[in-house]
C-alpha cells in the first residue's frame, strides 16, 4: 500500500457531502430541461428505454471509473491522469483525455449559465403572475420576447455566472459543500411536493405511456447517439467532473455504492421530472417536440391555468435554478482546479481568470437565440453546436477513453485496490463491462450514426 495522499483542494467532511454534491451535479438541467425535449424530439418510449439502458451498462461503471482516477490520483483529472499512467507504465498521452473532459465542462458551463438564467428570470417573472390565465400564444410570444432581450438575459446569465464563481472561490468545503448542503434538500422536497401535485392532477395515464411504451419504429440512430449523448450528459461524465469530485472523496467510502447511489437518484428525477412534465403537455394539448424551450413555453400555459398555478409554477422554478446551480459549481470545479496546479495561482484568481473567459463565451449562446439565430454552421446555430459537440462527440468519446483508461491502461492490481471490492463478482464484471461492453457500445452507436452499417442492408438512420 502506498501512502495516503490528499488532494491539495481539500476534501469532502462526509460520504454524504460527496453524495450530495455528486448527486448535486448529476440532476439539473439535464434531468428537468433537456431530457423532457429530447425525449419529446425523439419519439417517447424507445428512447427511454436505450436511454436507461445506457445508464446501467455504461454510465455506473464508467462513473465508477471516474471516481476511483480522481480519489486514486488526488489532483485535477489531466494530472490524476498523468499520475495514474506513470503509476500503469502507460503513455503520458492519455493525459489529453483529462485535458478533454476538463474543455468539455468548461463549454457545457457556458451555455449552462445562459439556461440557468432562464429558469432564475421564470422565477419572478412566475412569481409575479404573468401567466395567470394566459393563452398558449400569449406565452410562447412571452418567451420568444423573451429571448430576443439579449440584455435581459445578459443580466439573468451573469447573475448565475457570479453565484458559481463566488460558491467555486469558496472552495471544496466553504463554497461546494456548504451549496449542496442547503441547495440539494430544498430542491427534493420541492420535488416531491410538485410530483404529489402532478399525480392529482389526472391526466397521468397518457404521459405515463408516452414515457414508458417503447414504439422502435420512432428512434433513429440519431436518437441512439443522442440517448447515449444524455447519458453521460446527465450523470456528469467524461467531463472531467467526476474525477474532480472523487479526487475530494474520503479514503474509506465505498464508490460502488455511492456511484448506484447517485446514478438512481438521477434517474429518479429525470423520470419524475418526465411523469409531472408530459401529462401536462398533453392535458393542454401541447406540442411535444417542442425543443429547447418546451419547458418554458408550454409549462407556463399550464400554470396560468391550474389552481395554484402561480404558486406552484414558482417552487418548479426555483427547484430548477437550484438543480441548474449545484451542476454549474461542479461544471467550474474542473477548470478550476487545474488552472490552480498548472500555474500554481491562488483559487480566487483561477476563478476570477476562468470566470472571464466563461462570461464571454457565455454570450455566444445568449445571442444564439436572438441576433445570431440565423447564422448557422452544419444546419445549427452556435448553441445548438456547442450542444452537439459536447453531448453528442466529446461526452461519449470521453466515455471510450475511460474505459479504455481504467480498463486496459490500468493495471488490474490498481483498479482493484482503489474500488475495494476484493475478490467480490462487482469487481469483476465492473471490469468486463469496462473492457468489452461499454467501448464497444459506444463505437456502434457511433458507427450507427455515420451510416456505417448501410452495405449490410440495414439502415438504422
Ligand atoms: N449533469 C448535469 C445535468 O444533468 C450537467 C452536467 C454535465 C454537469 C456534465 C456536469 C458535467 O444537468
Not at 403572475?129 to 420568444?144: H, M, P
Not at 472561490?169 to 402532478?198: D, Q
Not at 405515463?208 to 440517448?227: C, H, M, N, Q, R
Request: aromatic share 14%; charged share 10%.
Amino acid at each position: 500500500m502506498e501512502e495516503k495522499r490528499q488532494s491539495v483542494h481539500g476534501q469532502w467532511s462526509s460520504r454524504t457531502a460527496f453524495v450530495l454534491a455528486a448527486t448535486g451535479s448529476a440532476v439539473g438541467l439535464g434531468n428537468i430541461w433537456k431530457f423532457p425535449y429530447i425525449t419529446g424530439q425523439n419519439g417517447g418510449g424507445a428512447f427511454v428505454l436505450v436511454y436507461l439502458i445506457c445508464i446501467l451498462i455504461i454510465g455506473i461503471p464508467v462513473m465508477m471509473g471516474e471516481i476511483l482516477i480522481g480519489r486514486r490520483g488526488r489532483q485535477s483529472p489531466s494530472h490524476s491522469i498523468a499520475y495514474l499512467a506513470k503509476e500503469a507504465g502507460a503513455p503520458r498521452i492519455w493525459t489529453l483525455m483529462g485535458i478533454m473532459g476538463i474543455s468539455a465542462s468548461f463549454l457545457i458551463l457556458t451555455f449552462y449559465v445562459v439556461i440557468a438564467g432562464w429558469a432564475v428570470a421564470y422565477i419572478i417573472v412566475t412569481a409575479s403572475g404573468t401567466f395567470t390565465g394566459a393563452s398558449a400564444e400569449a406565452v410562447g410570444a412571452y418567451f420568444d420576447d423573451f429571448l430576443a432581450d439579449s440584455s435581459g438575459l445578459i443580466f439573468w446569465s451573469t447573475l448565475v455566472t457570479l453565484g458559481t464563481l463566488v460558491t467555486v472561490a469558496g472552495g471544496v468545503r466553504k463554497g461546494l459543500e456548504r451549496a449542496v448542503t442547503w441547495l440539494m434538500p430544498g430542491m427534493l422536497v420541492i420535488l416531491l411536493i410538485l410530483v404529489g401535485y402532478a399525480l392529482s392532477t389526472g391526466s397521468f395515464i397518457e404521459g405515463f405511456s408516452f414515457l414508458f411504451k417503447p414504439d422502435f419504429t420512432k428512434l433513429s440512430a440519431d436518437g441512439v447517439l443522442v440517448a447515449l449523448g444524455h447519458a453521460f450528459f446527465t450523470l456528469s461524465l467524461a467531463s472531467g467532473v467526476m474525477i474532480a469530485y472523487g479526487a475530494y472523496l474520503p479514503e474509506d467510502t465505498s464508490i460502488f455504492q455511492t456511484s448506484v447511489i447517485v446514478c438512481a437518484a438521477d434517474t429518479a428525477v429525470a423520470l419524475i421530472a418526465g411523469l409531472a412534465i408530459f401529462p401536462i403537455v398533453f392535458a393542454y394539448g401541447l406540442d411535444v417536440s417542442e425543443g429547447p424551450g418546451l419547458i418554458f413555453a408550454t409549462l407556463p400555459i399550464a400554470f396560468g391555468q391550474m389552481p395554484f398555478g402561480t404558486f406552484f409554477g414558482t417552487l418548479f422554478f426555483i427547484m430548477l435554478s437550484f438543480a441548474a446551480f449545484t451542476s454549474a459549481i461542479s461544471l467550474l470545479e474542473p477548470t478550476v482546479a487545474w488552472i490552480v496546479e498548472r500555474f500554481s495561482v491562488t483559487r480566487l484568481r483561477a476563478v476570477v481568470i476562468s470566470g472571464t473567459v466563461l462570461w464571454v463565451l457565455s454570450l455566444g449562446t445568449v445571442f444564439s437565440f436572438s441576433k445570431w439565430a440565423e447564422i448557422k454552421l452544419f444546419g445549427r446555430t452556435f448553441f445548438a453546436n456547442l450542444d452537439y459537440l459536447t453531448a453528442n462527440i466529446m461526452l461519449p468519446l470521453g466515455g471510450l477513453l475511460v474505459a479504455g483508461f481504467t480498463a486496459w491502461a490500468m493495471k488490474e492490481s490498481a483498479t482493484r485496490d482503489e474500488l475495494g471490492l476484493g475478490d467480490s463478482p462487482v469487481y469483476s464484471t465492473w471490469r468486463f463491462v469496462m473492457r468489452y461492453i461499454a467501448p464497444v457500445a459506444i463505437v456502434i452507436v457511433f458507427l450507427a450514426k455515420l451510416g456505417a452499417f448501410k452495405h449490410f442492408g440495414i439502415d438504422l438512420s
